[in-house]
C-alpha cells in the first residue's frame, strides 16, 4: 500500500514502539480482570495505529524529538479511538460482528463488559494524556483540544447525526459535517496536539489542521468507497453494509464518479498544506507518504 520508505520505515519503528507502550501500560492500569481481558482485546486486535502515528510523524515533520511523553500522548488517542469503535459496534449503534476480521467485542464479552470497556478506555486516556511529564499548560491545552474533538461537538455529536439521520436522506452539506465530526475531529486533533507539544509558530500550526483537516475527509470517503469496492475479505469486516442499511455515504449521495473525484480533491489539499510547510523549511515527505493510503487499487479506480 504504501511504498515511501521513509514513511514506511517510521510506521515501522513506531507502531513497534506504540505497542510495546500499551502493552506495559494498559494492563496495569486496570484491576478487573474480565475487564482487562476485554479492554485488551479491543486494544491489541490489529488496528493500524493510524491516529497515534500520524500525530508522531507531525511532532517529527516539525523537527521536534519523539519521546516518551509524546508516545504517551499518542497512545493515549489510540485508547480512545478504539473506545469509540467498541461503542459504534454495539447493537444500538452500527450492531456489527466482525472488526478487523475478528468477533467485535460485544460478540466476545457481551454488551455490559463492552460498554464497560468503552467506558474504561475513554476515562483512561485522559488519565494517560494528564500524567506525562509536559508542564502543565501543555497538559491543560491537550486535555482541552481531545475533550473538544471527542466530545458532544465533535465525534459524539457526529456519531449522533449518524445515528438519528439513518433515516432521513442528508444533504451534501450536512454528510460532510457529519464526517467532519464523526471521523475528522480526532483526526483534526492529531494536527492541534503536535502544534501544541512542538509550539509551533501560527503558521505551521494552520498547515497541519489543513493537511489533517483534508486527511481526515479523505478517511471517511476512502471507507465509503471501499465499503461499496471492496471485498469482506479484504476490508476484514462486513462490506455493501452501507447501502444496503441506506446509510448516508459520499458514494450514495454523490454518485461514485464524483466520491472518487471529492477524494483527489481532498489528498490535493493536503498536498498543497504540506508544500507550503515545504516552504517554511522543513521536510514533508513523511507525511507524504501517509497521503498513498489513499490510492485505490485498479480494479476500484
Ligand atoms: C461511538 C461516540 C462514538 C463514536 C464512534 C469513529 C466512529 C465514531 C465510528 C466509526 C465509524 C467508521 C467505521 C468510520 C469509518 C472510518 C473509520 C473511523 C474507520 C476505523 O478507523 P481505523 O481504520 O481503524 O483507523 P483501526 O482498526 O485501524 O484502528
Known sequence: MIKNKVTLNFIQKYTSILNDF?????????????????????VFAGGKRLRPLLLLAMVKTTETKVDLNTIQVAASLELLHTYSLIHDDLPAMDNDDLRRGVPTNHKKYGEALAILAGDGLLTLAFE??????????????????????AGPAGMVAGQASDVLGEKEQLTFEQLKQLHKQKTGALITYTAEAAGIITNSNSETQKDLKIFAENFGLAFQIFDDLEDVLGTEKMMGKAVHKDAGEHKNTY???????????????????????????????????????????????????
Open 22 to 42: 500499551l502493552k506495559t501500560n494498559l494492563p496495569t492500569s486496570i484491576t478487573n480482570s474480565q475487564l482487562s481481558a476485554s479492554m485488551q482485546y479491543s
Open 251 to 301: 458514494p450514495g449521495i454523490r454518485g461514485l464518479t464524483q466520491t472518487k473525484r471529492d477524494l483527489i480533491q481532498c489528498v490535493t489539499n493536503c498536498q498543497s498544506a504540506l508544500i507550503r510547510l515545504q516552504n517554511s523549511g522543513v521536510s514533508i515527505e513523511l507525511l507524504q507518504g501517509f497521503l498513498e493510503y489513499f490510492q485505490l487499487n485498479e480494479e476500484e479506480k
Open 128 to 149: 494517560w494524556l494528564t500524567t506525562t511529564k509536559y508542564n502543565s499548560q501543555i497538559i491543560s491545552q491537550l486535555t482541552q483540544s481531545l475533550a473538544h474533538a
